[in-house]
């Protein structure tokens, strides 16, 4: 069965960090393009962070940068996204998505989404 499994998440307050993953399982991400993006209450699903295909350049949202790093394991088919200096803004469920041999990461070409995990800002 091809999926992404995604760990991580959680309740933290402003300031801390959290780490989340995502495992591919059924097929290798080397051919994908690979993002994260989230979804905050009431609002669409927002790309926050990519690692393109095919040169795996990175970009990020104005809103993480300098704060998120993303980041893959090869060898375990997973890819990482660090997350410091967490702000109540961002709060919001979390997803991980894959798009076929891609140059960005356009949420309505994923092929296949993680499950989403909730990360929860609170103060």
Not at 31 to 58: H, L, M, T
Not at 68 to 90: H, R
């Amino acid at each position: 069965q091809l999926q992404l499994v995604q760990s991580g998440g959680g309740l933290v307050q402003p300031g801390g960090s959290l780490r989340l993953s995502c495992a591919a399982s059924g097929f290798t991400m080397d051919n994908y393009a690979i993002g994260w993006f989230r979804q905050a209450p009431g609002k669409v699903r927002d790309e926050i962070s990519c690692i393109n295909y095919p040169d795996r350049a990175i970009n990020y949202d104005d809103s993480v940068k300098g704060r998120f790093t993303i980041s893959s394991d090869n060898a375990k088919n997973t890819v990482y996204l660090q997350m410091n200096d967490l702000k109540p803004e961002d709060t919001a469920i979390y997803y991980c998505g894959v798009v076929w041999r891609a140059l960005e990461c356009v949420k309505t070409s994923v092929n296949y989404w993680g499950q989403g995990t909730q990360v929860t800002v609170y103060s």
